[in-house]
């Protein structure tokens, strides 16, 4: 019984210390990691090829606008026009097609000159192991221009770590709607 006594006081002081470390470890701010315990292993490339739909008039428009400034009804850009925008992502050219995922975000009309946009769009898949992953895309995009790149400055999911660029050409624009077809070969790094 004397013999178990220290023991037993022992082990609480070691339990003690080693609350008290967890403790101290649970409000510890930064710490530097090992990126394989995390699965950030390989970093892959991946391509993807889809279709952007910019529906903007029509009985379902999924472009809306929703701001514009003093001069934008008078600028030949449309300088200020702020859309907001949930336009499908199809695997082909016709919005019948299937859906991989959607554009959501906003673009502003942001040159004075030349019909150039910001785009500033999270682009959310559906499809397949991509299904719940995202991209966002920050970049600048003249229309009428053959082929825009716009970088990908993040993403999540299947794509943490993402970085690369996308290249937007037209594939069709209705000048009488202003409805967009837009073709998309994407270049990510991930992991
Ligand atoms: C600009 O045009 C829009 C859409 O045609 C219209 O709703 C808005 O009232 C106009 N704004 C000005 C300041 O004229
Ligand atoms: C994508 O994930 C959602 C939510 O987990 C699920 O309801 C849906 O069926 C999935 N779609 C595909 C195409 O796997
Ligand atoms: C362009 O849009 C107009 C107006 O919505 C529509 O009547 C016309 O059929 C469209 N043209 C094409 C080629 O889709």
Redesign the pocket.
């Known amino acids: 019984m004397a013999q178990t006594l220290p023991n037993y006081k022992n082990a609480i002081f070691t339990l003690f210390i080693f609350l008290h470390l967890l403790d101290a470890q649970s409000h510890q701010f930064s710490r530097k990691l090992s990126p394989e315990p995390l699965g950030f292993k390989n970093q892959k490339l991946t391509h993807l090829h889809f279709y952007f739909h910019d529906t903007v008039t029509g009985d379902h428009p999924t472009a809306f606008p929703v701001a514009r400034a003093s001069i934008t009804n008078t600028s030949s850009t449309l300088f200020g026009l702020v859309m907001v925008v949930d336009d499908p992502l199809t695997v082909g050219p016709e919005l019948t097609s299937k859906i991989v995922g959607r554009a959501q975000g906003m673009y502003a009309s942001a040159s004075l000159n030349d019909i150039g946009l910001l785009m500033n769009l999270n682009y959310v898949f559906?499809?397949?192991e991509y299904?719940?992953s995202t991209l966002s895309i920050l970049g600048s995009n003249h229309v009428f221009s053959k082929v825009r790149e716009l970088p990908i400055v993040g993403g999540s999911g299947a794509f943490r770590f993402a970085r690369g660029y996308a290249l937007a050409k037209t594939y069709s624009f209705n000048t009488t709607s202003g409805d967009a077809v837009v073709e998309y070969n994407v270049y990510v790094q991930h992991y």
Do not use: D, I
Request: proline share 0%.
């Open positions: 559906v499809e397949g299904n719940g």
